[in-house]
């Protein structure tokens, strides 16, 4: 890489790394961050020692779970095809790791090395992948310099260059065109994705793929066995699925849907199932005399006209989607808004608060009319009146949905047919 900012980077990160190691024992994150990793080469060595002899091996690497889920639906076609191919996964975070570490499709689920010259040939040497499949960034220079070197195909996917990302600050921009320059394939979100790597980049190979997402997202919608036991409950009933949600969602959500005459079935499902976030939402519950049931111990003398069903429990969210008329996604008041994704496959109108610009498809659904934006309690209660008295008004809004997710998928098969051409050409 003959980039400035390449060169103070192999400088600077191993010193950075050392200064880090020494203070982490101040930082909890940090100090988890070093100690996932010790023994990590040995374990993956003992693991890879046990494999039988591979035609071919895949190593996709994605920065945590949300960019995992990107990949799921190419490995699945691939390994559909070919289940013979050796599949190594590492993931950056730990929430990531500890999510997919036991990922039945993978020969070995483990950490990225700290990004050494020293640790990338190590691992390299390891694994000795044919492709490697980054998902959407986490750019290691180290690890992607050895694995060219090596030998493999390098393919980027679902790549986004978002107006105020880093790669475009004038002492960095060499230093990230060097890197997509490294990779044989850039499949891209959009077409203003693919014209920025292009203008910007110089990278020709760019090209527009689509989001992988939205075909896992319409595969997951295909089976909601987990949540059939529900749907007696709710047959029949316009029911308000509030998702992934936070106290500054229940804040704003609970008065709204109070002031409704005609209330919609409420399920509320919390971003975080632990002890006291439950608790706390119990408590806000019982402050505004609202009864409720946790999933968890729920009967046949569940009401879902007196009473609302609380997700206590993990994995319901996705599917719950399904048993839904409206859905409300949390984490607009916050940082950013949750996956807009998942209810929008089931055709229905969705609702976030303002803070989704960091999220491509939000956008996209509300730009297809897919989606409301709601910035106080006073516009939910309006626009869950007017929906829940206007059933044309839920049908638009949800028939846009779901189009906007049905004309985005088909990305899968794009990158999975590039992978295979470098299968059929190692392979044979």
Known sequence: MNSPAFLFYTILFPIFLGIARLFSFLHPKLRTFFTVRKGMFDELEQKISKLPSSPFKLWVHAASVGEFEQARPIIAALKKSHPEITLFISFLSDSGYNSRK?????????YLPTDTQSNARKLISLIKPDVLLLMRYDFWPNHLLEAKKSGAKLILAAAVLQKNAPYFKPFL????????????????????DTLAFRQTFNCQKAESAGDPRFD????RSQNCTKVNYLKPFFANHTVLVAGSVWDRDVNILLPAWQELEKRPSLILVPHEVCPENMAHLYQELQKRSLAYTPVSTLNGTFDPERE??????????????????????????????HNTLEPAVYNIPVLF?????????????????????IHNQKELAFTLKTMTTDATKIKKSGMAAGKFVQAR????????????????????
Do not use: M, W
């Open 173 to 192: 921009k060499s230093f990230y065109k060097n890197i997509f320059h490294l990779f044989d394939h850039l499949y891209t979100v959009s077409s203003n």
């Open 409 to 428: 998928t088909g990305a899968t098969g794009i990158i999975a047919q590039c992978i295979e051409h470098y299968y059929d050409t190692r392979a044979h």
């Open 216 to 219: 896992q997202v319409f595969l």
């Open 308 to 337: 609302i069903l609380v997700v206590d429990q993990t994995g319901y969210l996705v599917e719950l989607y399904s048993l839904a008329s409206i859905a409300y996604v949390g984490g607009g008041f916050g940082v950013n808004v």
């Open 353 to 373: 608060g303002p803070r989704y610009h960091n999220s491509p498809e939000a956008e996209g659904l509300v730009a297809a009319g897919g989606a409301t934006v």
């Open 102 to 110: 036991n990922f039945p499709e993978a020969s070995a689920v483990f």
